[in-house]
């Protein structure tokens, strides 16, 4: 992409309010766009980097057997009637709306209702599980407070996964079976090494659920982290019983601030119960289905990414998750360096490698390259008078500190060979 046609354009400044780094940056580089607080939209750069994100869940959702399907943002009450989560005084977060005949509408906060109302109807028998329905949607919460940018929107994107099987046996394999996806998808979001599962409270249905809490300084909430094991007790269920029932010594607990980027949990008969989701068994018997939810915010995943890894210069995206992978800079408006940067952008782009060419015109080399840093894209490439007198690009990662000058043929090598 040619950042001329890019209508998003760098800023000095984020809107006075916002006092959330993610957000701060995310703003500054074009890529989101505030719209009130807890509420964005996602600019072209923005949603490539959102769309990387979704792409690493699916895979992994796929891969453990996950079949992907979309449900209605507008739910009906009669549905949450049969949970008892439709009242405000047991729901905080609703936000509901009134049709114009009549009868009321609320905006999905969660979606246990709404897949065990549709699994209803196909649900039966022992052959029908199990299964594992998810969906990215958008959620919406009316939270009390939103001060952390895109971590905590009152509007926010998110995957959202329900397993319903035969009995807890069959519950209890999947279950580890997604601990392992969910650390895959931090690994592969580049956040892995400061990602800790994390036992948090579980409900009525099981001892503990189990928090992905990523330690950084402005997270929420206060983990306490067994660094050899990397296992982590959250506030709320930390007590000496848990402590000696996960075999963990308090001395060496550290206390962290963490913000939780995924959640798993065991729901038991919780919604199957309400909603009659049954099936009958070999011996034909019926028996309740065994439910299971395992969430991630995916706005929140990319502004724990943004907290984490920006340095004092702007962001810096792991290649993974990264928008383009290459940030090409022309330098200058001698017509030899243009025709060969166009060239270089030319081969990248043949060669399938995302690249976003800074070709505008009129602005200094001082000006471009504090918008690479800014924008944090992986590798920063310069076409100059200076490079082609030394015959080749000048390339730089955006956490180094120098780059060096190599030829188109050895950079194609060279980006064949990074993820
Ligand atoms: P929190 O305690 O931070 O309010 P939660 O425990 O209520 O979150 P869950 O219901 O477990 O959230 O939702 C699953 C996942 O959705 C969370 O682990 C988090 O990644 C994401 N999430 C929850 N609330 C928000 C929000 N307001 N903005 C962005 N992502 C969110
Ligand atoms: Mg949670």
Redesign the pocket.
């Known amino acids: 992409m040619r950042q001329s046609k890019l209508f998003t354009k760098t800023k000095k400044e984020a809107p006075t309010d916002e006092i959330s780094k993610n957000a701060e940056l995310l703003i500054r580089a074009g890529f989101i766009h505030k719209e009130m607080a807890g509420v964005y939209s996602y600019l072209p750069l923005g949603l490539r980097v959102l769309n990387k994100i979704e792409n690493i869940i699916r895979e992994e959702m796929n891969m453990v057997g996950g079949i992907e399907m979309r449900t209605a943002v507008f739910q009906s009450k009669e549905v949450w009637e049969k949970s008892n989560r439709w009242d405000d005084d047991i729901v905080d977060a609703w936000f509901k709306t009134k049709l114009k005949n009549g009868g009321e509408v609320g905006l999905s906060f969660?979606n246990e209702e709404a897949y065990s109302n549709i699994l209803k109807q196909y649900v039966s028998s022992y052959k029908d599980l199990p299964i594992y329905p998810y969906d990215f949607k958008n959620i919406f919460?009316n939270?009390v407070r939103s001060k952390s940018g895109?971590?905590?929107?009152?509007e926010?994107y998110?995957k959202?996964l329900y397993s319903f099987s035969r009995n807890e046996e069959e519950h209890n394999e999947f279950y580890e079976k997604m601990k392992v996806a969910y650390q895959n998808i931090f690994k592969r979001s580049g956040i892995g090494h400061l990602t800790y599962m994390t036992f948090a409270s579980g409900g009525s249905f099981s001892k503990y659920s189990h928090?992905f809490q990523t330690v950084i300084s402005v997270g929420?909430?206060t983990i306490y982290l067994d660094e050899d094991s990397g296992i982590a007790i959250n506030k709320e269920v930390y007590n000496d019983e848990t402590i000696k029932g996960l075999g963990l010594i308090k001395e060496k607990l550290v206390e962290k601030r963490a913000v939780?980027?995924?959640?798993i949990f065991s729901l038991g008969t919780r919604f199957s119960e309400p909603f009659d989701l049954k099936y009958k068994d070999e011996k034909s018997q019926e028996n309740l289905v065994i439910m299971g939810s395992y969430?991630?915010?995916l706005?929140?995943?990319m502004g724990t990414v943004v907290e984490a890894l920006a340095d004092d210069k702007g962001i810096i995206w792991p290649e993974s998750i990264a928008p383009f992978k290459v940030h090409l800079l022309l330098l200058g408006d001698d017509e030899d360096v243009k025709k060969e940067a166009d060239h270089v952008y030319e081969t990248l782009t043949k060669n399938n490698i995302e690249v976003l060419f800074d070709d505008r015109v009129g602005l200094s080399p001082g000006e471009k390259f504090a918008d690479a840093d800014l924008l944090g894209i992986p590798y920063r490439f310069v076409v100059s008078s200076r490079s082609m007198k030394d015959n080749g690009v000048e390339v730089k990662k955006r956490n180094e500190e120098k780059g060096k000058v190599v030829s188109l043929e050895e950079l194609l090598v060279l980006l064949k060979h990074s993820a």
């Open positions: 969660t919460r939270e895109i971590m905590r929107g009152r926010f998110w959202a928090e929420e909430d939780e980027v995924g959640n969430g991630i915010g706005g929140r995943l």
